[in-house]
């Protein structure tokens, strides 16, 4: 699955993984995100969605 909000357009972020001994490697920071019923035009979609979407209510639920 994209880990991509459908609502928000909320992406990964990129970064580094720091070790105590300071050895840097590339990281993924990951949205996320859930797979919920969401009421569209009077009807029920599946959308991906992230976690501070439903929380904010940006959607409506059936």
């Given at each position: 699955m994209a880990s991509v909000c459908e609502i928000?357009?909320?992406k990964p972020g990129f970064?580094?993984?720091l070790s105590h001994s300071h050895r840097r490697n590339k990281?993924?920071?990951n949205p996320?995100?859930?797979r919920i019923?969401?009421?569209e035009n009077g009807t029920s979609r599946r959308r991906n969605v992230c976690t501070s979407c439903i929380r904010t209510?940006?959607?409506v639920k059936p």
């Open positions: 928000c357009g909320k970064g580094m993984s990281r993924r920071f996320n995100i859930q019923r969401v009421l209510n940006r959607l």
